[in-house]
């Protein structure tokens, strides 16, 4: 099965890519791998804001990671020229603004990568880094950065 139709399966559909904020592209592609710059979560185009464990709770953060999973996989497929030529995750870095005190950042963190996995099934498991900051840009509760692996091709 395809990505497009397990995607499809999954009812799915692939937000369109954040253009960049900064001096910076969304994505680079090196050897068979293709670097995301970090995202962070918006609604109706505003930056979703908050501090975890303290104005914000847990499964909120989840969402917001879930959340961006798919945008990370629409930026990587329009950096790849088509959601069919990604192979899988190899990495995610999420980075959770956190109230003093708050540890939870795996379980926030969880969100993205269990839609990754269904996503991609094993090709999805991936290495991770979920850390806690004091401030993140714009004031954004999360933000997560991803290495796909490409389709080599054949």
């Known amino acids: 099965?395809?990505?497009?139709?397990?995607?499809?399966?999954?009812?799915?559909?692939l937000p369109?890519?954040?253009?960049?904020?900064?001096?910076?592209?969304p994505a680079?592609?090196?050897g068979g791998l293709l670097h995301l710059s970090g995202h962070i979560p918006r609604r109706a185009g505003a930056v979703v804001t908050g501090r975890v464990g303290d104005d914000?709770?847990?499964?909120?953060?989840?969402?917001?990671?879930?959340?961006?999973?798919?945008?990370?996989v629409a930026t990587a497929a329009q950096a790849?020229?088509?959601?069919?030529?990604?192979?899988?995750v190899?990495?995610?870095?999420?980075?959770?603004c956190s109230a003093p005190g708050?540890?939870?950042?795996?379980?926030?963190?969880?969100?993205a990568s269990d839609q990754l996995v269904e996503i991609f099934g094993e090709g999805g498991r991936h290495a991770r880094s979920a850390i806690g900051v004091a401030e993140l840009p714009l004031g954004a509760a999360v933000e997560i950065e991803a290495i796909f692996a490409?389709?080599?091709d054949g």
């Open 80 to 88: 790849a020229g088509g959601v069919d030529r990604l192979a899988g």
């Open 1 to 13: 099965m395809t990505l497009t139709q397990r995607l499809a399966e999954l009812g799915l559909t």
């Open 90 to 96: 190899v990495k995610l870095l999420v980075f959770v």
């Open 56 to 72: 914000m709770d847990v499964e909120t953060a989840r969402g917001l990671a879930r959340q961006l999973a798919l945008e990370l």
């Open 28 to 30: 680079r592609p090196h």
């Open 150 to 152: 490409l389709e080599e």
């Open 16 to 25: 369109s890519p954040a253009a960049p904020a900064g001096s910076y592209v």
């Open 102 to 111: 708050f540890t939870q950042q795996p379980a926030v963190a969880n969100g």
